[in-house]
């Protein structure tokens, strides 16, 4: 079973932040938090990693809580193709299966 | 360019064929990965590989065989023991030290 849990749909409007929520209260020491995004019938793409700091890449931003039990990807100005499924992973870093739950269905909307 | 690359895109079977998906990397990835996806649902392990001439099952293997003779193709074989194949098949790779999995376009397999 996925370690994590998030909201099943989440609606943003274009321009504006989007803040998808993940909760993993079991991960464990040596887990990193994944994100991935999956568009309609395309295979998933990584979007970024962390695993106690907060990380930004170009593409988004990862804010994780101090006690690591919940995280928070930010999509600063959400655009009509970042609508898409978001899954929110925790595994080791020495490579390892990827576990993906439901996600996050985001719809961005003009 | 360098990529992960799986064909065909769309497939199509009668029940009780086998029938093989191809997938090829050239990023020079040790690990490689087989998912498979129903619709509205979040993607399933069904095999792994780490380095050649070795291989995992993952969550869901029954039914279904892979080989790793080449590091860079792991193909898949969907059996006439799986129940249900029709599903949209995903494979990924990384390297052992990245943590960051490529993924294919993946292959809409159809069983009638």
């Known amino acids: 079973d996925a370690k994590t849990t998030q909201p099943p749909s989440m609606d943003c409007a274009e321009g504006r932040a989007a803040n998808l929520p993940c909760n993993h209260s079991t991960i464990s020491g040596n887990e990193y938090v994944y994100w991935y995004r999956q568009i309609h019938s395309q295979g998933p793409q990584y979007i970024i990693h962390?695993?106690?700091n907060n990380e930004t890449n170009e593409m988004a931003s990862l804010i994780i809580t101090e006690d690591r039990k919940s995280s928070t990807l930010i999509l600063p100005h959400a655009t009509l193709r970042d609508t898409a499924v978001y899954y929110c992973?925790?595994?080791?870093?020495?490579?390892?299966?990827?576990?993906f739950g439901q996600g996050t269905e985001l719809s961005v909307k003009p | 360019d360098g990529g992960i690359t799986q064909s065909p895109k769309y497939l199509f079977r009668k029940e009780g064929q086998n029938v093989t998906l191809s997938c090829e990397q050239n990023?020079?990835?040790?690990?490689m990965y087989w998912y498979r996806q129903d619709p509205g649902q979040g993607l399933r392990l069904i095999y792994y590989s780490q380095i050649v001439n070795d291989f995992q099952k993952g969550d869901i293997a029954e039914g279904y065989s892979v080989s790793r003779e080449k590091k860079e193709s792991f193909p898949l074989t969907v059996t006439s023991a799986q129940k249900n194949p029709t599903a949209f098949y995903l494979c990924a790779s990384h390297r052992r030290e990245n943590t960051e999995a490529f993924f294919g376009q993946g292959t809409r397999l159809t069983v009638v």
């Open positions: 992973i925790v595994s080791p870093n020495q490579g390892g299966k990827l576990i």
């Open positions: 962390g695993l106690k």
């Open positions: 990023l020079n990835h040790d690990a």
